[in-house]
């Protein structure tokens, strides 16, 4: 059966917003032409309007007049592709507001840890599900979700679309880091989408790195790491010092790797020396020194970059270097990282917190991190953050007034989404 949904704006993310418009859906999937109209209509349809599905109300009345199947129609409202959170922590939604801003990153890991402690693994399950239910609730349909506890995962039936990546540490046992690799890879093999996430330069060894990278090639699944994320990281690698280089040497990691390289020329001399043209989903990137610039703009490997705004203002990072980093054609992406860093899952806050930060990006490109650019980056450009033809059928829809300016009203909308379509199935 197909259906036919209405909206006063189409926003396809796939040419200009279309007016009092209309999109036809059968199955779990965008359909090529409404149900019921000719092929005459279809093909001027189709000339029409680049989103082929996407009508004006004329034909959507035709349409529905002669429609067996069910017809939706939204009124005011804007219909636009669901979106897409390209970095979180769902096993921290429990600890939203008990992380005071830190003095120091070194400091904020302490503190995490902390509070770590005293959850079970039947508090992380809980901590999931409900970051899941917000995250829906909040306008997002698809989730790259770094799990610290890939054992869990079997045990979690998403409501949303998810990428799980299994977030790898070997700090305190290098030696381990196959085994560790291997055993995450176990406990994943049940679920859909997956992929591996060694968490960090200072927490995840070389081998550990390249074992992923192994698994990677063999199985072409997606790779996901956090790096260049604060100054004090920058501190550790470069100039061997800083509370995170001493807290570090503290709990007895070997620092001989420290003193020489900024975490970003660390990370492409000793991870991506070998030859791999698979690009990697690299969180945060905040502290760049000039001769990281000369070595990205040297080199041919692009990253999909995410970027926390809310998150990266609860640290006072340094300024996201954005201008930059798309200029040497970094796909830039946005997520909510986690809520021991954050205040909601909401990214539409996210948005605007960039926007603020941002003024200058055009809102257009602004709503592409979230649906275009992240489906990009979780190889998914021919399925995700697009309404045309043959994509999934993952829309939400939210109030639109008679606005000159659409696009800036749906980034200024911040309440819960009343109305989403996941996998063709209204929720």
Same mark, same amino acid.
């Given at each position: 059966m197909k259906m036919i949904v209405r909206a006063r704006l189409i926003v396809t993310m796939n040419g200009p917003p279309i007016k009092n418009g209309a999109v036809a859906i059968e199955g779990n999937r965008i359909d090529d032409s409404p149900p019921g109209s000719s092929p005459s209509r279809a093909a001027r349809l189709r000339r029409a309007a680049p989103?082929?599905?996407?009508? %004006?109300?004329? #034909? $959507? /009345? +035709?349409?529905?007049? !002669?429609?067996?199947?069910?017809?939706? %129609?939204?009124?005011?409202?804007?219909l636009? *592709?669901? #979106?897409? /959170?390209?970095?979180?922590?769902?096993?921290?939604?429990? =600890?939203?507001?008990?992380?005071?801003? *830190?003095?120091? $990153?070194?400091?904020?890991? !302490?503190?995490? /840890?902390?509070?770590?402690?005293?959850?079970?693994?039947? %508090?992380? =399950?809980? @901590?999931?599900? &409900?970051?899941?239910?917000?995250?829906?609730? #909040?306008?997002?349909?698809?989730?790259? /979700?770094?799990e610290a506890f890939p054992e869990l995962v079997a045990k979690i039936r998403s409501p949303i679309r998810t990428w799980w990546f299994a977030e790898l540490l070997d700090v305190r046992s290098p030696e381990r880091a196959k085994e560790v690799v291997d055993l995450a890879i176990q406990s994943l093999k049940q679920a859909t989408n997956w992929g591996l996430a060694p968490h960090a330069l200072f927490t995840a060894s070389e081998n550990l790195y390249r074992r992923c990278k192994e698994v990677a090639r063999a199985k072409n699944i997606l790779l996901t790491t956090h790096l260049a994320e604060s100054r004090e990281e920058m501190s550790m690698f470069r100039e061997a010092s800083g509370p995170l280089y001493e807290f570090m040497k503290g709990i007895g990691r070997p620092m001989d790797d420290c003193g020489h390289e900024t975490p970003l020329a660390l990370f492409v001399a000793a991870i991506l020396q070998q030859r791999d043209a698979r690009p990697w989903i690299i969180a945060h990137l905040n502290e760049l020194a000039e001769s990281d610039f000369d070595l990205l703009e040297r080199s041919r490997r692009k990253f999909h970059v995410v970027h926390s705004p809310r998150s990266h203002g609860y640290f006072a990072h340094s300024r996201f270097p954005f201008e930059r980093l798309r200029a040497l054609g970094s796909n830039i992406c946005l997520g909510t990282d986690s809520l021991a860093s954050n205040e %909601? =899952? @909401?990214? $539409?806050?996210?948005? !605007?917190? $960039? &926007?603020?930060? +941002?003024?200058?990006? @055009?809102? +257009?490109?602004? =709503? @592409?991190?979230?649906?275009?650019?992240p489906a990009r980056a979780l190889r998914q450009e021919d399925a995700l953050g697009k309404i045309r033809p043959g994509f999934c059928a993952d829309l939400i829809a939210i109030p639109c007034a008679r606005s000159t300016n659409a696009l800036e009203e749906i980034i200024a909308f911040d309440r819960p989404v009343d109305w989403t379509v996941l996998d063709g199935k209204i929720r």
């Open positions: 989103a082929g599905s996407v009508v %004006d109300v004329g #034909l $959507f /009345n +035709e349409v529905k007049a !002669r429609n067996s199947g069910e017809v939706v %129609d939204l009124g005011e409202q804007a636009l *592709p669901g #979106l897409i /959170n390209a970095h979180c922590h769902l096993d921290y939604t429990c =600890l939203r507001g008990k992380i005071p801003p *830190p003095k120091s $990153f070194a400091d904020w890991i !302490r503190a995490i /840890n902390t509070e770590k402690a005293k959850l079970s693994k039947q %508090d992380y =399950l809980v @901590s999931i599900n &409900q970051g899941f239910a917000e995250a829906e609730k #909040l306008g997002t349909t698809t989730i790259a /979700n770094l %909601d =899952l @909401s990214l $539409f806050a996210e948005m !605007r917190a $960039f &926007q603020k930060n +941002e003024p200058r990006t @055009s809102p +257009e490109e602004i =709503l @592409s991190m979230v649906t275009v650019n």
